[in-house]
């Protein structure tokens, strides 16, 4: 993350918003953004992060960014206009949440106002980009305003698409009056008083009116360059003769003690695997996961009393994620057992959850030669998807996230309905497959391959958008926390519905155990990782995202995988075209629906198409179905959904009554 400045919090006044402090609202409020409005706007808001007494701001944008002060009046001009340009958006949609009988978009326009507003955002600016610090009442009007007349010109332009009428490149030239031809008027933004909020159409003052006002500014301005200057220059000379205070102690400590991008995961050291205590799963011998339970405390003072316990350099945080409150700590793996209850007790102030870094596959498949003479569409057919159809394809809007080892995504099945890409490994857009990672390639054509296209296959959802969220960049392992930030990801940027065909790879044994002795070592295994799962995927249905995740195949009890117990999401196991439950699929009560799993065909990488078998492949079938379920009801909740799941379904041969497959169309039917 890029460091934009710092501030002391005793400076300003916090803003609250229904008794919470709002700047502690971002990941809500940018997850709306990157919902509701252009990219260019996703990562406007700076991201805060208390240290001791301050808070610093961070942007995942690169840049330079600097107070508006630093530029000339042209460049400052040019950014300001961008601002407003921004609230005029902002208003518009706060006009349209206001108007809204559902309470929530009531809640969401006024959080907007409070944020978006000229008293309360310190704008920094790169030259090419801007974010804003905001949650503060900063009394920054003065500052932010620019010249109506100017400002309805340039939206003017905008909408145009002509060159604004104005000179806004050059610098210290008079900016010439607006051309009476403008229609200001039809130019509306929205004025924020303490008691309500109203449409008020934009003033128009002369240029002439406008200088005189400011004359002092226009003839004097390198005075505001020059006090500046000579204050920081006064503020420098005193402080390194021991006039004044040095920096806060606590923000240089934190800044020692994390990594130099906190966001960046280390590589996984493959020396470093090892069964884990309970003997179900391969973990990173040297690293584990802390996250506070109660998100009131602060993770940057949590992490100095960490470090001060434990001040060996062999002990190190090596990720911190405040959006989460959850750092990564790195150690001696010789005295893993013990650490975590060393930690617990050491840090008896803070309630923690601690759970080892766990290595998940998305392998969840089979690939025998004997499925090749089955049918292509068979599981099209047996989960009614071709009737369904007759009522939804799917909606541009309702957007499904696939979160796996990478994705061709020049596919013709794919190419025309992606959205935000992501790659976590890279943190950047590039998504790559080739022939050793063409899993989600094949998961994601199942999902929404595109239909009637004359090429490949046809996916449930085909007229769904589709966002790549690739997990990693090689055939090698990766981690639960790789799945985690990508989840992060696809929440934050607007998913109606994530598939998560992966998960955790039990040794063979387990298998071999009785149906008893799994239902303990569910009991007794993974609590404080089940704890963080299901605190994520309750943000998940808060955001109104449902996940979809295949429950593995390897015949062993659902729930075993501390991931998959969770109440907030779809669980998925698999039939074959005899309608009965796959040989390998896991199994249980935390099912909540089969679908077809079995010799099912798709794309891979390079144009190509093959027959796979497994959970991975039942689960994106639900997901497409969860999503037709989103075109008719965009709103509709996850409690809701799996109630028509299981409503609709037909029942599943030979497994004594237990459990129902999907049929998509009856479920679609039972909604008109």
Known sequence: MNVIDKIPVAHYKSIQFRNEL??????????????NFDVEFHEILAKPFVSGDHINWHSSIAGDFKPLDSFSLAQKQNSLLKYHTLLVKVREKVSVLKQSANSDNQ????????????????LYSSGSNFVLLWGFEFNNEQENYIDPALLASHLLSLETQ?????NIEKDNEPVSAVKETIDH?????????????????????????????????????????????LLFFLFYEFNHCGFLPSKNNAELELIKILPQDPLKRPPIDTSKLIKGDSGLSKIISNVFNIALKDKTKDLGEFAL????????SLYKIVFFDTSTSRLQFQFPDSNRNQLKEDIRAK?????????????FTNSRTFNDPIFSDAAKSWHLIASGAPAAWDITSGKADVVIAVIDDGFDISNPDLINNIIKPYNVEARNKNITANDMRFHGTHVAGLALGKADNGFGVSGI????????????????????SDVIDGILYAIKNGADVINLSLGKYFPEEVSHLSIGQQQELLKSTGQDEQAFWDELFTYAEKENTIIVMASGNQHIMVGLDPMQRSLKTIKVSAIN???????????????????????????????????????SMASPIVAGAVALIKSKKKDIKIEEVIKLLKNTGDPIKGNDGKGSFIRIDKLLKSMN
């Open 22 to 35: 709002l700047w502690k609202s971002y990941e809500q409020l940018n997850g709306f953004l990157c919902k």
């Open 107 to 122: 809640i969401w326009a006024d959080m907007l106002s409070l944020t978006f507003n000229e008293k309360n955002n310190i």
């Open 162 to 166: 002509l060159p604004s009428q104005l």
């Open 577 to 615: 075209s005899k309608l009965e439950p796959a040989s390998f699929s896991n199994f249980g009560n935390d099912v909540t629906i089969y679908a077809p799993g079995e010799n099912i065909y798709s794309i891979v990488p390079g144009k190509k198409e093959k027959f796979m078998d497994g959970t």
């Open 461 to 480: 959802a085909p007229n769904c958008s589709f966002m790549p969220v690739q997990i990693t960049e090689t055939d090698e392992i990766f981690t639960s």
């Open 305 to 312: 009393a960490l470090k001060k316990s434990f001040p060996d």
């Open 185 to 229: 008027t039809k130019y509306q933004s929205v004025a924020v008083d303490n008691n309500d909020h109203f449409i008020k159409k934009i003033i128009v003052r002369s240029n002439k009116k406008q200088q005189s006002k400011n004359g002092f500014l226009y003839n004097f301005w390198w005075t505001l360059i020059l006090i500046p200057l």
């Open 347 to 359: 840090m008896e102030d803070y309630e923690l959850l601690i759970w080892d870094e766990s290595i």
